[in-house]
């Protein structure tokens, strides 16, 4: 009996590993509940279907012995008593120089006809933050290729900035101009929750052929599933990160946090969290910054990420909670208006409502002082814009 023990000890004998299945109990809605399985929250698994292949899904919560499941992709025929079977718990993602050009879904999964990723890099989904006392700080200008933001809002390398905006006023246009004329290495786009058409739109028209040789987008449509959609603006991050570590200058182009903090929100109420501001829950201004935070300088070796982040503004209400929480974690924020748009002016960016934290130390003392000087005459005129009408 003691050698027994003593073979096990040394691994002599490799004993099978057992794997534990589960089966679905209730779906409600967009989620799955089931039971039987012990799997970590983020981990993924396999609902089998009676016809089909089988329906990958993530863990997104468990209440006791219930655990709760939500697909990465659109899912139907399913049965009451469906195994579900834990597949991976460290999810690896693809990253490289071999995304340059391509478009890829929030997973890795290519959406173009290039074929199959050749040369990608494997890494985890989520890395070790960076100690914030080890980032670089921002002292060089970045070259955004917009004139009113380079001379009055001056944006930096490794800074975070948000683009306020409603509809219709030119933020795709302004987001396609950046992709092609910043002076960045890479330039990583995620499309979260937007129409399917603007996505190819995006691709064809905004980005065209030139700008996209040196980026790489993430697309996760608004009819893909809420994790989806939150895996795409991560995985996005991600993408921008293994860039950084090697030194790159990158620039990572999110549109929309909004539509980030919308999916979050399903996710939230779906699994039971209850809801707060204007129906949000607590999670979704926690994971704001989080994924905010991902941006910015590297540590020691001269890369960057400068995040551009758009903000969708309902009705055109800065006050809204998603941009009200935004504006308190980015470094700066450009907000475009729709009376400028409606008159013809675009970029439409309204300088008395925007902002650039980071302006004062990456620009000469003469420029700011010409920027300030610009911005109060600008005040000033809107002051007196009606007696300016009538002649007065």
């Given at each position: 009996m ?8 040394t ?21 799955l509940?089931?039971?039987g ?7 993924r ?16 919560g ?7 499941l ?41 959406l ?9 890099s ?9 100690n ?17 933001i ?8 490794g800074?975070r ?19 092609r ?15 399917g ?6 691709i064809?028209?905004?980005?065209g ?18 994790v ?22 990158v ?17 939230a ?5 209850p ?11 926690s ?29 055109d209400?800065?006050n ?20 400028l ?13 925007s902002v ?6 990456i ?30």
């Amino acid at each position: 009996m003691l050698e027994y023990f003593e073979r096990v000890a040394t691994k002599q004998w490799q004993l099978p590993q057992l794997q534990a299945e589960g089966q679905v109990t209730r779906v409600v809605g967009i989620t799955l509940e089931a039971r039987g399985i012990n799997a970590e929250l983020g981990s993924r698994c396999l609902v089998q279907r009676p016809k089909g292949k089988p329906a990958e899904v993530e863990v997104v919560g468990f209440d006791g012995s219930c655990t709760f499941l939500m697909p990465l992709h659109r899912i139907d025929r399913l049965r009451p008593g469906a195994r579900v079977v834990p597949i991976a718990t460290d999810t690896q993602v693809p990253v490289g120089e071999a995304l340059l050009g391509r478009v890829v879904d929030g997973i890795g999964v290519p959406l173009d006809d290039a074929g199959a990723l050749r040369g990608a890099s494997l890494v985890d989904f989520f890395p070790h933050p960076i100690n914030p006392l080890q980032r670089e700080p921002i002292t060089q200008q970045l070259d955004v290729g917009i004139r009113s933001i380079n001379a009055a809002l001056s944006i930096g390398c490794g800074q975070r900035m948000g683009l306020f905006a409603g509809s219709g006023v030119g933020k795709s246009v302004l987001l396609g101009m950046m992709t092609r004329f910043t002076n960045a290495d890479v330039v990583v786009v995620a499309l979260v929750g937007e129409r399917g058409r603007e996505v190819r739109e995006f691709i064809e028209t905004s980005l065209g052929p030139a700008g996209l040789q040196k980026s790489i987008v993430v697309a996760a449509p608004a009819d893909e599933t809420p994790v989806m959609r939150l895996r795409a603006g991560l995985y996005a991050s991600r993408i921008a990160e293994h860039f950084r570590d090697r030194g790159k200058r990158v620039l990572l182009l999110f549109d929309s946090l909004t539509r980030y903090a919308q999916a979050q929100r399903e996710i939230a109420l779906a699994t039971g969290e209850p809801p707060a501001t204007r129906g949000y829950p607590p999670s979704v201004f926690s994971r704001l910054p989080q994924l905010v935070e991902r941006a910015g300088n590297g540590a020691g070796n001269g890369g960057s990420i400068t995040g551009l982040y758009t903000v969708l503004t309902e009705g055109d209400d800065m006050n809204d909670p998603v941009a009200d929480a935004a504006r308190a974690i980015l470094d700066g924020h450009v907000v475009l208006s729709r009376e400028l748009a409606a008159q013809g002016i675009y970029p439409a960016v309204d300088l008395r409502a925007s902002v650039s934290r980071a302006m004062q130390q990456i620009v000469s003392g003469v420029q700011w002082s010409m920027s300030a000087r610009l911005v109060q005459l600008d005040a000033r005129y809107a002051q007196s814009e009606d007696l300016v009408n009538v002649g007065a």
